[in-house]
DNA sequence: GACGAAAGCTAATTGGATTAGCTTTATGGC
DNA sequence: GCCATAAAGCTAATCCAATTAGCTTTCGTC
């Protein structure tokens, strides 16, 4: 009830907005505390050291990712579903740099971990943006795994300046999500189970 | 010619194979030095600073990953060299976490950078591989970046405990792969061009 | 056998993270 | 209105990794 009235959720919410404006990796106890107009120890009455802070991070935006895409996935179903959620995904990806490093590289703490349910969020968005394909359970799995490689792998490639921008990477983006729009439509209609490999049971992430 | 005998080569091999070990972010000059049987600020005769350090691993890495690669292409095409491909690239993300690390989250330093080079020719490998499906020029350069994109992000969450190994990883990935295969030749077979999208003409990356 | 560059070393600085221990401020209970 | 107390800050101090400065040793060469 002192001075600045801060809480946990200030500060996090602070160190997010810093990770978007100078990298997730250059986020430091330092440049938190100046932003908000405190001494560097005090940050320690809120979180217990920088590994929390950046935990907190991921797990709130990973949170918030989850909230956009249950939002945008409304009523969608099929391609149309597909586009929004990809759409989003990289949106954020864009906007918030930061906050995005942080939700996709931090591990897991354990099996309570809050960001663990954040991502399950997220994932069970994506399982239900696939469900209008009438894909086999048998499949589900591995298509959610597809698309979240494709999702991560585009976004650090671009933010590693990982393709130079030869047509924009917006157009890139668009012929991934018709790629893969396609294969679903494709592994949809049954034209031939996925041959050759093993299919799973358990629709687990 | 002294002591150790060390060469910047030597150095920078010392500190992929650390890296390894330890991780990417945890490659610490400290560390090397004790590795090396030498003190700290003696690795500064090799490498101008940490970043050097850094950059030179993940230069080292991705020219290993081109050769491996480029061999492994030798006498391939279609599905039979995409698998060879992608299975190579993993095989090494797996092997050598560190060093696929730095390759892939390392920042260019300018248009001369080595690393660019070495970047290119792995890119031209995965153009190679492609080759064999028969795919328009202008759907050349999207279908790169998607491969780019879904191995990027495969090795991204698995390292990351990004799924909770229900069914294996290996077994999603030998799915992906499928996927993949069967949206090339679809595309290649032309039934219907990428709509919408607007075409590349420039082959970039 | 001396010379010069390369490769090491020690000492010292800097910057970020973290800890210890003290101070100040809201608040709830009187 | 007054005081005890826990929360929220602060200063001082420690630790560790990176980096710089300046000195020393080892070799290959002539």
Partial sequence: ?????????????????LADEVGFQQLTMGLLAQRLGIRTPSLYKHVT???????????????????????????RSGRDALTALLGTMRSYAMTHPGQYAAANS?????????????????????SAALRGYGIADADMVHAIRTIRSTIHGFALLQETDGFQWSPEPGISFDWMIEFIDRGLQALASGAAPMSGVARAQDPGD
Avoid at 108 to 117: E, F, Q, R, S, V
Avoid at 119 to 125: G, L, N, Y
């Fill in 106 to 126: 931090t591990r897991l703490t354990g099996p309570d971990d809050p960001l663990l349910a954040a991502s399950s969020r997220v994932i069970d968005s994506i």
């Fill in 49 to 75: 050291d920088l590994a929390d802070l950046k935990h907190g991070v991921a797990t709130q935006a990973m949170t918030e990712v989850g909230e956009e895409v249950r939002d945008v996935l409304q009523g």
């Fill in 1 to 17: 009830m002192p001075r600045a009235g801060l809480s946990r959720r200030d500060v996090i919410a602070a160190a997010a907005e």
